[in-house]
């Protein structure tokens, strides 16, 4: 069925330093990729998020990649600064309204 | 900012009882949808709905879950006899189906079944 991994499962940067997490999808018919932040006992907020038609975006400190072929893609966080704290869920779907397949997360901690 | 609310905030509920949680999506959106996340694990698809119907369900979406959109602003999950294994973070989101925005999550209703 459809899956999507994600690593690490936990992330420990100090601040200033560049954090990356990696996620792989299995449905190749998946061309929406939402990356959601989540604070303790909060929402998932969307913070980026790329299509198929597209390699790479880049908002302010934040990049991510795809990588169609090979069914990869990858989130960038540069300068990481303590509020960037959370964990991170990248997903996949189909459009972006259709469901969305959520990784399993990442806790990121940025170390002051 | 338009935002999805959604109520209660906690729910607390003996097994075996139903329990209905609430949404009220962002008003000009026409896709609605369930998800829910276990403390401490991922996010997971429990239903989507558009046009008044059920437009896909998850495994986890049994017969003791319904949806609702009773009239045209709540948007409703029914549990008809919770498990324990119930228990969870709900959050409902909405999506306008078109151009480049993608869903919008509510704040969640916490359901604990004691």
């Known amino acids: 069925g459809e899956n999507v991994e994600q690593h690490p499962s936990t992330l420990s940067v100090q601040e200033g330093d560049s954090a990356v997490i990696k996620c792989t999808y299995s449905d190749s018919a998946s061309n929406y990729f939402p990356w959601y932040k989540q604070e303790l006992g909060k929402r998932p907020q969307l913070i980026i998020d790329?299509?198929?038609?597209?390699g790479e975006k880049k908002d302010q400190r934040i990049a991510v990649t795809l990588n169609k072929t090979a069914k990869h893609f990858s989130l960038h966080i540069t300068e990481t600064q303590p509020e960037d704290s959370a964990v991170y869920f990248c997903a996949a779907s189909r459009t972006s309204y259709d469901k969305v397949i959520f990784g399993p997360g990442t806790s990121l901690s940025v170390i002051p | 900012e338009p935002e999805v609310t959604q109520t209660p905030s906690h729910q607390v509920t003996q097994m075996g009882q139903e329990v209905i949680l609430r949404c009220v999506p962002i008003?000009?959106?026409?896709?609605f949808y369930w998800y829910r996340q276990i403390l401490g694990q991922k996010v997971e698809f429990l239903v989507s709905?558009?046009?008044?119907?059920?437009?896909?369900k998850s495994e986890i979406f049994d017969d003791q879950f319904s949806v609702e959109r009773p009239d045209g602003s709540n948007f409703t999950l029914k549990i008809r006899s919770t498990k324990l294994e119930d228990s969870a973070m709900y959050f409902c989101?909405?999506?306008?189906?078109?151009?480049?925005?993608?869903?919008?999550f509510g704040s969640g209703t916490r359901l604990t079944v004691v």
């Open positions: 790329i299509r198929s038609n597209v």
């Open positions: 709905f558009y046009n008044n119907e059920i437009s896909e």
């Open positions: 989101a909405s999506s306008p189906g078109t151009g480049r925005v993608g869903y919008t």
């Open positions: 008003s000009n959106h026409l896709y």
